[in-house]
């Protein structure tokens, strides 16, 4: 036997009574405190969203595949330390989405001009190549990036949708 379905007629009444309820009726969202500043401790592989010195977030992170020293020339494959700002977006990169970091700046760039390398660029917080999203937390059993900190796509989704443009981040061993 089919069961029976309403009229159409019936329908704006049923609109009406759906939407009559008060609106605190509806369970709100918690809005996220804003993220004003990212730490990466290196050595724990762990990348942690602030606000105010207080941890909001820790996520485990891959890291460059040239071990845990400090990043000293390009393609050394190591992830710099210092200070730094997130100064751009891409959401169509190559790894999913990514947020650009400063490096190098001044001290780095001094450094390496002392060495007589080139500093090397393009330092990032991102997820995984295009394509390979579904290797998840798997990508963490070793250091695979060229000197980036790598995350799975929901995880960069996560801290995409909390950073701006300008958060400080600091990179420790």
Known sequence: ???????????????????SFPATATPQAEAHPHVDSILILKKDHLLELLANGKVLRTYKVALGQGG??????????????????????????????ALHVSYPNAED?????KLGVAPGGDI???????????????????????????????????????????TPVEIRP
Not at 13 to 19: H, I, R, V
Not at 78 to 85: I, K, N, Q, S, V
Not at 109 to 113: C, D, E, Q, S, T
């Open 124 to 166: 990032m917080i991102h997820g995984l190549p295009n394509g390979k999203g579904a290797i998840g937390s798997a990508h963490r059993l070793y250091d695979w990036t060229l000197g980036c900190i790598a995350l799975t796509n929901e995880e960069i989704d996560d801290i995409w949708n909390q950073v701006r443009i300008g």
């Open 109 to 113: 760039r001094k450094r390496a001009a």
């Open 68 to 97: 845990l020293a400090p990043k000293r020339k390009q393609g050394d494959g190591l992830t710099p330390e210092g200070h730094y700002l997130i100064d751009a977006r891409n959401a169509a990169s190559h790894y999913h989405k």
């Open 1 to 19: 036997m089919r069961p029976k379905i309403a009229p159409i007629r019936a329908l704006p009444a049923l609109f009406l009574l759906l939407t």
